[in-house]
């Protein structure tokens, strides 16, 4: 005998079809305007802001004050999507999105002042271009969008601190500045090296699947 729902809203044990559970996930995480996702669209509105403010003004203080949020509320970002379960498809891609968009634009400003940050940012740049093609491959095979590892959460960090360093201390020795950009290129190459094992490694299982699957 089937049992009547007793119109209790709020009845904990009250079981939905599986088909409904998963539309109310699919909706939540295919959501646009949930707080790490705006957090995202704010650290790109605050590039444009930081090249005013360092290429036209000239007050570097100012800039890094703008990076330093820009980086917080990375941090908030993130937390709160792990911690809230608002982890969506789009928030795995605007959110790396800001933080290259942000970095590059800083080295690009930053470049005129040094040759060895012009070196860093043909680097960053061939990194993003190479890793953004892998990505864009597995993406087209799987529909599957990967978040940042450690190593590239280290490169992130360490290029933050490196930009912030730059930019308040214009005059910085120029041993200290080499020396910063060397950490900088050394992590930013181990974690293209780490990322391209992974995408080789998930691009290997894709064929290996489409081979099966015709055998």
Request: proline content about 4%.
């Amino acid at each position: 005998e089937k049992n009547e729902p007793n119109g209790n809203k709020n009845n904990e044990n009250t079981e939905y079809p599986e088909s409904e559970k998963q539309s109310t996930a699919d909706k939540k995480h295919g959501a646009v305007l949930t707080v790490p996702n705006l957090l995202s669209f704010a650290r790109l509105l605050m590039i444009p802001l930081m090249i005013w403010m360092y290429v036209k003004k000239q007050k570097y203080r100012t800039t890094a004050v703008v990076l330093l949020l820009s980086g917080a509320t990375d941090v908030v970002d993130g937390f709160v999507a792990r911690h809230f379960n608002m982890v969506s498809p789009l928030g795995k891609a605007l959110d790396p999105i800001a933080d290259k968009l942000t970095l590059l634009t800083i080295m690009i400003c930053l470049s005129f002042e040094s040759v060895w940050m012009i070196m860093l940012l043909v680097i960053v740049l061939i990194k993003e271009v190479l890793l953004g093609v892998e990505g864009l491959m597995i993406i087209k095979n799987t529909g599957t969008t990967y978040s940042s590892n450690w190593h590239g959460k280290l490169a992130t960090s360490m290029l933050y601190l490196s930009m912030l360093l730059h930019i308040i201390f214009p005059e910085l020795p120029t041993p200290l500045s080499i020396t910063l950009i060397a950490l900088c290129i050394a992590a930013v190459l181990l974690s293209f090296a780490l990322y391209t094992r992974r995408n080789a490694k998930c691009l290997k299982a894709i064929h290996n699947a489409e081979g099966a699957d015709r055998g």
